[in-house]
């Protein structure tokens, strides 16, 4: 397939400034010529045409925290518990949801049954119409602690044995869980994280030992001091870091994966179901710990990269954009937040052939009827979504 998106404004994610009426051509999945308008040298009637006129082309978005087997919204934990079939269907429905609103790469960091790994699998193949995804298998948590389908241990060998087994299953990275005990789980004279950071350190060698990366879900403040200093590639949430963890993050070179959308949509529940006093404030919490995260991350210059937490919390799936707006009230500029949904999401997953648009990169590519350098927002105006070179998405 070939086609030339024509005369469009180009930001094409390397760090140059957006570029006035440029041309990009794709041949086979991939971009065949990068260049001005008026230099394209092709015959126009054998090729597909798109007006790019009043509009913005950037890379294809990447979600680098998404759960496509839960649908999110207020009592999203309970919907992971629902019947496989179910699951398994809704996985493939919301897959396609996320990528008809600019997500063309994800990575999957969390599903029972093993229902990530499958979904991928799928996508790869071109079975389903679902970004181009990196799954994690199941979360893997101290046993006592976080969520009962999760893939459990207590001790390091059935830690190294968990990791071991998902790397078998076929997961393409590893995600751990440090959480506080669950109610009545505690045992007597036990820490409060379990999960310490001897135990981290035995699950981050052995990802590295296997050439996997490692995403460590942490959002309180011990749990986020643990991970912050451990070495794990991403820290996803970290709701409560403070700033001797993001020295540590800069030195080890963590990504900071904020979900920002956890709290956000967490607080529209709270007033639109009406929700008990305790989650209420559970949910401010977060949100002034988060703010306050994301603000020192970026002033202590962390590595962020953008995840929603889509199906994994309150947040649904296809807003991709709210996480960006969010960035860039912490006080992103919208170009970084461009940045950490792009380019630096796709260092962070391991993408080196997507996130930016040059010549012989993958085709993945979003058209705007906006400009998001101008206002982030301009993200939720999707034009068309192209995976592999393919027009997979138009709203």
Request: hydrophobic share 45%.
């Amino acid at each position: 397939m070939q086609l030339l998106i024509d005369d469009v404004q180009l930001w094409d994610g390397t760090g140059s400034v957006a570029q006035p009426k440029m041309s990009v051509e794709v041949r086979d999945g991939r971009i065949h010529w990068v260049g001005p308008a008026s230099q394209w040298q092709g015959s126009r009637p054998t090729i597909r045409v798109i007006d790019g006129r009043a509009r913005t082309l950037i890379p294809g978005l990447m979600d680098c925290h998404v759960h496509y087997s839960g649908p999110g919204g207020p009592e999203w934990i309970a919907r992971f518990t629902d019947p496989l079939p179910e699951i398994s269907m809704r996985a493939i429905e919301l897959a396609e949801t996320s990528l008809r609103s600019g997500v063309t790469t994800a990575r999957d960091v969390g599903a029972p049954h093993g229902v990530s790994i499958r979904l991928a699998r799928a996508a790869r193949a071109g079975e389903i119409r679902a970004p181009n995804i990196r799954a994690a298998g199941t979360w893997i948590a101290h046993r006592g602690t976080y969520v009962s389908f999760a893939r459990l241990f207590e001790e390091t060998s059935e830690l190294r044995n968990a990791i071991k087994t998902e790397i078998e299953s076929g997961a393409d990275l590893i995600k751990v869980a440090l959480a506080s005990w669950n109610e009545g789980a505690r045992p007597q004279d036990a820490p409060d994280i379990p999960f310490d950071k001897k135990l981290l350190a035995v699950a981050v060698e052995e990802a590295h030992k296997a050439g996997f990366k490692i995403a460590c879900h942490a959002n309180d403040p011990t749990s986020c001091r643990i991970a912050a200093h451990a070495g794990v590639d991403s820290l996803e949430h970290g709701m409560f870091l403070e700033a001797q963890d993001l020295e540590a993050m800069v030195k080890n070179k963590t990504y900071l994966v904020p979900t920002m959308s956890v709290w956000d949509a967490m607080l529209y529940y709270a007033r639109a179901v009406d929700w008990p006093e305790i989650r209420k404030r559970r949910a401010e919490d977060l949100r002034h710990g988060s703010r306050v995260a994301v603000t020192g991350a970026i002033k202590a210059g962390v590595k962020i990269a953008l995840g929603t937490d889509a199906g994994g919390g309150a947040a649904r799936h296809g807003r991709i954009a709210r996480e960006a707006e969010l960035m860039v009230e912490c006080g992103m500029e919208p170009h970084d937040a461009l940045v950490a949904a792009t380019s630096s999401a796709a260092a962070l997953i391991g993408e080196s052939e997507r996130g930016t648009i040059e010549e012989g990169k993958i085709a993945d590519l979003v058209l705007l009827d906006g400009n998001p350098l101008e206002s982030i927002s301009a993200l939720r105006l999707i034009a068309a979504v192209f995976r592999d070179g393919r027009r997979v998405g138009q709203i």
